[in-house]
Each structure stands twice: as C-alpha cells, then as structure tokens.
C-alpha cells in the first residue's frame, strides 16, 4: 500500500429507499467509531444523496454518487449534473462503471468526458476500469485496461489524474462471487501503476488510489489489501449491509 491511504468504498446500485439508506448510515456510523486512517466512501442512489449527506456531517463518511452528466446544466432530461452533485453533498462520483458502459451506452470517450466534467468541479472520479471473461481468456485484458485508460483520460493533465482513484473490475467477477485470486489482482494493479507511471511520471504513479472490485467481501478483504498496489475496495453486494460493510472496513484488524 505504501502511503497512500487505503479507501473502501460501497456501490449501492439501485438498492435503497431514503428511509433504509439513513437506517444504514446510523447502524454504519457506530460500528465503524474506531476506525483510522481508511477513507471511507458510500454511493447510495441519486435520491438518498442529500439525507445520507445529512447522516454523515461531521464524520468520516464521504458520499460518491454513481454517476454524473457531463454538462454544467441544459435538456438533458433524467440527467444530474457535477454542479447538483455537490450541491447534494458528494465529494467522489464513480465514472464508467461496466454496467454503466454494458447497459447505458458509457463509451470511453463519454467516460472521460464525465471524468472531465467531475475534475472541473473538484468532484473525485472513482473511474472504473475491467475487461469481460471473453477478453480476459483471449489474453486481451491488458490491451483493453490501456485503451480504457488511454481513452479516459486523454484529455486530462497529469496534474488532475493525480487527484482520480481507479477501480479495477474485472467484469467476471462483478456480482458473481467469483473474486479475482490476489494473484491475478495484483498482476493488474502494478500493470496499472505501471501505465500511470510511464505515461504520467512517477509521481503520479505512486499517488494513484488503486482500488480492487468484484466479490469483496469480509472473507477476502485482507488478503487484497496486502498486495503491493491494491489500495482499497470498491464493493457492491457487500456494501448493502451495515454489518457486512463495517467488517470490510474494519480490514486493518483483520491483517
Ligand atoms: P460486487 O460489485 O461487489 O457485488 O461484485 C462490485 C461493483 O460492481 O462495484
């Protein structure tokens, strides 16, 4: 891990009424009193973003929304905006997550304009990168990670990619209980630090948070978060209960 300090973080999808994101947030501000020196995110729906803000003033909690619009307002009916994010209370916005590009359209150059978008108003991106099962086993998966991330950040200065977390997630292992084996993880993230490294210099090499997400859960957290380049966890199924998340959290306890 070095010095960069590890971050967790909980992709809620489209799990959880107002009510039962604050009930969350309170059960979640107990159990994790004792925690230092992990950032700790949450990314609950657009509609629960200003109540769970609420819940977490004052405590380590940040809150991420899942995704952003690029413009700064316009028609651009069912859209949020970067500018109504942080008017909701966020502080991170996850970009180009797969089922935003499987399902929505987010191609990588909407991604990088999203991420764009997200830098200008001091938003910080978790961009999201991950090849599918049909990549990986046609040993694409490192070409596919530089297009991603030669794509989205194109136009972005070294200076700002400094300030982006990187999610890896491989597309296999997404909601399907099939984590990546450390091993396989960690040969991605150093190949990641090495492409941010050589293409952005040294410095930003090792300042980039890289998160690992896919099938994070209690059991395997420590395990991840040993690997040299693996600086946190961008969690989905194991972040909708208080319990199972504070666990995760709690991963330096668990070394
Ligand atoms: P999962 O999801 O933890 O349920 O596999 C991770 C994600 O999609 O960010």
């Keep these: 891990m070095g010095d960069r300090r590890p971050v967790i973080a909980g992709n809620w999808k489209m799990y959880k009424t107002g009510k039962e994101a604050v009930e969350f947030i309170d059960d979640l501000n107990e159990l994790i009193a004792g925690v230092m020196d992990v950032e700790i995110v949450v990314a609950p729906p657009f509609t629960a973003l200003p109540l769970v803000a609420k819940r977490i003033k004052g405590g380590p909690v940040r809150l991420a929304a899942q995704d952003l619009h690029?413009?700064?307002?316009?028609?651009?009916?069912?859209?949020?905006?970067?500018?109504?994010?942080?008017?909701?209370?966020?502080?991170?916005?996850?970009?180009?997550?797969?089922?935003?590009?499987?399902?929505?359209?987010?191609?990588?150059?909407?991604?990088?304009?999203?991420?764009?978008?997200?830098?200008?108003?001091?938003?910080?991106?978790?961009?999201?990168?991950?090849?599918?099962?049909e990549e990986r086993e046609a040993e694409k998966t490192f070409s596919v990670l530089d297009k991603q991330m030669s794509e989205?950040?194109?136009?972005?200065?070294?200076?700002?990619?400094?300030?982006?977390?990187?999610?890896?997630?491989?597309?296999?292992?997404?909601?399907?209980?099939?984590?990546?084996?450390?091993?396989?993880?960690?040969?991605?993230?150093?190949?990641?630090?090495?492409?941010?490294?050589?293409?952005?210099?040294e410095e930003v090499g090792n300042i980039v948070r890289i998160l690992y997400g896919g099938s994070v859960k209690p059991e395997n957290i420590a395990g991840l978060m040993a690997a040299a380049d693996i600086d946190g966890a961008l969690v989905g199924g194991a972040s909708l209960t208080?319990?199972?998340?504070?666990?995760?959290?709690?991963f330096p306890y668990l070394l």
């Design 70 to 133: 690029w413009e700064p307002e316009g028609a651009y009916t069912g859209e949020i905006s970067p500018k109504m994010l942080l008017d909701a209370g966020c502080s991170h916005v996850i970009v180009g997550h797969s089922e935003r590009r499987e399902y929505f359209g987010d191609t990588n150059a909407i991604v990088s304009r999203k991420i764009k978008a997200a830098l200008a108003e001091n938003l910080i991106p978790v961009f999201c990168i991950g090849e599918s099962l």
């Design 152 to 201: 989205g950040l194109e136009t972005i200065d070294s200076n700002d990619v400094k300030k982006i977390i990187i999610a890896y997630e491989p597309v296999w292992a997404i909601g399907t209980g099939r984590t990546a084996s450390n091993e396989q993880a960690q040969e991605v993230h150093s190949f990641i630090r090495r492409y941010l490294t050589d293409r952005h210099g």
């Design 242 to 250: 208080a319990s199972v998340f504070a666990r995760i959290v709690n």
